[in-house]
């Protein structure tokens, strides 16, 4: 009986053994369930933050682009230096003084624009009205804002109302001189001011239809006179290209001809009166080109 009991007691020992191992392998099955699903959770969570923080970083190689105000090319400004044309260059140290010019007679003193302020960018019209029609000309801000700043003050004086273009040039380069009050290429107002937009290395160097400053009365000096290039050099097929037939690229560009190249062609095609025998190729137009008025557009920008 005994041994019965025992073997009774035994396998309901072993049913227990078996019933708790089970359980205790059912829990740890729902452990290792719990932390994967949680740890696929949290690693999906993480992915999220990344993803979000790359975004927002500009990561990924692409960066983050961001608008940045550029400054406006119309608040640009310069400064310009106004020379007296009648006083000489101050001597080296210790030279001798050079003598003191005779004062021009032909020059035309209104003063001096102001030396600063003046804006490097977009361009101005200008209006020349003749009485053979109005010529309009671009003028370039921003290659030659001196020089704009000069025609501009200028007109604002009437500096060129009643005046004529005085001066053709018809071989080799061919040009129409005007801007001088006096009429003689000897006028001009009382400052200078330093070339700039010079096409030194341009072939050929000054085109049809340009406007550009001449350098009377001081050489190397830009005033009032200004010259309207009528032809190419190269139009000419005649004319042997050389150093001398080509215009030196020592004058400021001031702008180009956007209308009325009409009417420099006409006075061009009417001829000349030379000057003298010395230089038959240069003198005064036979068809008289007088300048009522000359003005000068508010500046436009070229960012606007």
């Known amino acids: ?22 359980r205790a392998a059912e829990q740890s099955r729902r452990r ?13 969570v993480l992915v999220i933050v990344l993803v979000i923080v790359l975004i927002t970083s500009g990561g990924g190689g692409k960066k983050k682009v961001t608008a940045q105000a550029t400054p ?18 101050p001597a080296p140290s210790g030279a001798s003084p050079s003598p003191k010019p005779s004062p021009n007679p032909y020059l035309k003193n209104v003063g001096t624009p102001a030396t600063s302020g003046m ?13 053979q ?8 801000d921003a290659k030659a804002p001196c020089a ?20 053709m040039h018809n071989t080799g380069y061919y040009i129409l001189q005007c801007g001088d009050p006096s009429g003689t290429g000897k006028g001009g107002p009382a400052y200078t001011y330093t070339a700039e937009n010079q096409p030194t290395d341009s072939r050929p160097t000054y085109t049809t239809g340009m406007v550009a400053v001449g350098t009377p009365p001081t050489a ?10 009528y032809k190419n050099t190269e139009d000419d097929p005649s004319q042997t290209q050389t150093a001398t037939s080509i215009l030196p690229g020592q004058f400021t560009v001031l702008g180009t001809i956007t209308a009325g190249m009409d009417v420099v062609q006409k006075v061009a ?33 070229s960012g606007s």
């Open 1 to 22: 009986m005994s041994s019965s009991k025992d073997r009774q007691r035994a396998a309901a020992r072993a049913r227990l053994e078996r019933e708790i191992a089970a």
């Open 32 to 44: 290792k369930r719990t932390g994967l699903i949680a740890g696929s959770v949290a690693a999906g």
């Open 72 to 89: 406006s090319a119309s608040t640009t400004k310069v400064s310009c230096v106004w020379n007296s044309a009648t006083n000489p260059s």
């Open 119 to 131: 804006p490097n960018s977009g361009t101005q019209t200008m209006t020349i009205t003749t009485n």
């Open 133 to 140: 029609g109005p010529i309009t000309v671009s003028v370039d």
């Open 148 to 167: 704009a700043a000069s025609f501009t003050y200028l007109a604002g004086k009437k500096f060129f109302d009643n005046t004529s273009c005085y001066r």
């Open 220 to 229: 190397g000096d830009n005033g009032s006179q200004f010259f309207i290039v």
């Open 269 to 301: 095609a009417g001829g000349l009166t030379p000057a003298g025998k010395s230089d038959p190729n240069t003198g005064k137009p036979k068809i008289p080109l007088a300048i009522s008025s000359l003005t000068m557009s508010a500046g436009t920008s």
